[in-house]
Nanobody
Framework: QVKLVESGGGLVQPGGSLRLSCAAS????????MGWYRQTPGKQRELVAAITSGGRTNYAESVKGRCTISKDNAKNTVYLQMNSLKPDDTAVYYC???????????WGQGTKVTVSS
């Protein structure tokens, strides 16, 4: 059974940085495509960043140049480094895993990020 556990959220001032981590278990991590999504009340969950099993990345326009997604196959962990944080980045951030476009989605429980002075 896939299990994704996020950590690293918290309160940060505008302009600050956070690194989110997602530890995966129950999967062959190296063959999975991983991603980070975020959601605010009343809005749909949106993609922040994704990384394929081969290491190809893509980012939402709103975070390009400020966020970096990376993964460590040896640790079964995917990271999201977020810099120059803005109040609009405030959301619950969810880790996502999917082996292929034909596979089921797996989600973590979410970690809250609040950007406020």
């Amino acid at each position: 059974q896939v299990k994704l556990v996020e950590s690293g959220g918290g309160l940060v001032q505008p302009g600050g940085s956070l690194r989110l981590s997602c530890a995966a278990s129950g999967i062959i991590f190296s063959v999975y495509n991983m991603g980070w999504y975020r959601q605010t009340p009343g809005k749909q969950r949106e993609l922040v960043a994704a990384i394929t099993s081969g290491g190809r990345t893509n980012y939402a326009e709103s975070v390009k140049g400020r966020c970096t997604i990376s993964k460590d196959n040896a640790k079964n962990t995917v990271y999201l480094q977020m810099n120059s944080l803005k109040p609009d980045d405030t959301a619950v951030y969810y880790c996502h895993a999917r082996r292929s476009a034909y596979s089921a989605d797996s989600w973590g429980q979410g970690t809250k990020v609040t950007v406020s002075s």
